[in-house]
């Protein structure tokens, strides 16, 4: 992996499940920038947004810190972990609780500018 030419951004706390997370993420791999940007855009998830602001500063990053050109940039990997999960407590019958997990996630865009389209998902 040449340093040069990739540029990331992080974000160690989205407030989602990572598996629902995922499935948005890996859809916009190997993808041109505006054409993940568009599709992030006008995807119906609530979580969308959170991963557009996180692609909106790889490519700020990788014009601005590496000096890439932004219309050679395609998303070279985009994976997502498990953050914190905060614990919540729920009453139930006869005086029990039953606890609710709501989890966080860590996500990672790795943005690469690349010169031929080689395995551009459409």
Do not use: C, H, Y
């Not at 160690?12 to 948005?24: A, D, E, G, Q, W």
């Not at 890439?68 to 999960?85: P, Q």
């Not at 009453?91 to 606890?99: I, T």
């Amino acid at each position: 992996m040449n340093q040069n030419l990739t540029a990331l951004a992080k974000d160690n706390m989205v407030r989602t499940s990572p598996v629902k997370l995922s499935l948005l993420v890996n859809s916009i791999v190997n993808m041109k920038v505006s054409l993940a940007v568009n599709q992030l855009k006008f995807s119906q998830k609530r979580i969308s947004k959170n991963i557009l602001k996180i692609l909106n500063a790889a490519i700020a990053n990788a014009e601005n810190n590496k000096q890439l050109d932004i219309d050679k940039l395609f998303v070279k990997e985009a994976f997502v972990g498990k953050s914190l999960r905060m614990k919540r407590w729920r009453p139930r019958a006869k005086g029990r609780a039953a606890s609710i997990i709501k989890p966080f996630s860590k996500v990672t865009i790795i943005v690469e500018e690349r010169e031929e389209l080689k395995k551009e998902k459409l």
